[in-house]
T-cell receptor
Framework: NAGVMQNPRHLVRRRGQEARLRCSPM?????VYWYRQLPEEGLKFMVY????????ESGMPKERFSAEFPKEGPSILRIQQVVRGDSAAYFC?????????????FGPGTRLTVT | KQEVTQIPAALSVPEGENLVLNCSFT??????LQWFRQDPGKGLTSLLL?????REQTSGRLNASLDKSSGRSTLYIAASQPGDSATYLC???????????FGTGTRLTVIP
């Protein structure tokens, strides 16, 4: 049973470009969480989605960031016009259902570097 | 707002030593607390989960305790091994929250 998959594992973007990070949840999981880990900091919640629905985006910056989880395919975290401060590790986690926040399984992360 | 703090930020011990990692949280309205391990370049692995009604959980050489009234949890590692070297994170969801609140982690190095 494959775990949570994230790709790419490493992404380098120049300032002003767009970054797209993908997350495929564990089989049977319908809920996805995105977290960001800045250097030397803990993970910070960004957004919580189920298929075709954003449940909680209270941790997402209001500008340049968006997330989706379509009916088919992976969840996508999109960062437009990246800046150096966006350089971080972005982790995705999935859970089997709503209100099962403590049953999150984490992917290996995507390390974004903005040059 | 929940804030989770971990002390120390880094710890280096010789192999075989017993050690304790600390986690403090500001909002006691939690319904459980988890300890994770993070290896460089990899994701997080859940080690132990303590429900709010429990005081401790054990798994092999690991023992985690929870004291909600004081807002503290500890992770005890017995007879440490070089393979235990990693960053250890504690995390908790507040009651009603849709996400985990993470501490900043303790980077552990076990010296052979």
């Amino acid at each position: 049973n494959a775990g949570v998959m994230q790709n790419p594992r490493h992404l380098v973007r120049r300032r002003g470009q767009e970054a797209r990070l993908r997350c495929s949840p564990m089989k049977g999981h319908s809920h996805v969480y995105w977290y960001r880990q800045l250097p030397e900091e803990g993970l910070k919640f960004m957004v919580y989605l189920q298929k075709e629905n954003i449940i909680d985006e209270s941790g997402m910056p209001k500008e340049r960031f968006s997330a989706e989880f379509p009916k088919e395919g992976p969840s996508i975290l999109r960062i437009q016009q990246v800046v150096r401060g966006d350089s971080a590790a972005y982790f995705c986690a999935s859970s089997p259902g709503r209100d099962r926040v403590s049953e999150q399984y984490f992917g290996p992360g995507t390390r974004l570097t903005v040059t | 707002k929940q804030e989770v703090t971990q002390i120390p930020a880094a710890l280096s011990v010789p192999e075989g030593e017993n050690l304790v990692l600390n986690c403090s949280f500001t909002d006691s309205a939690i319904y459980n607390l988890q300890w994770f391990r993070q290896d460089p370049g990899k994701g997080l692995t859940s080690l132990l989960l303590i429900q709010s009604s429990q005081r401790e959980q054990t798994s092999g050489r690991l023992n985690a305790s929870l004291d909600k009234s004081s807002g503290r949890s500890t992770l005890y590692i017995a007879a440490s091994q070089p393979g235990d070297s990693a960053t250890y994170l504690c995390a908790s969801p507040r009651t009603g929250a849709n996400n985990l609140f993470f501490g900043t982690g303790t980077r552990l190095t076990v010296i052979p």
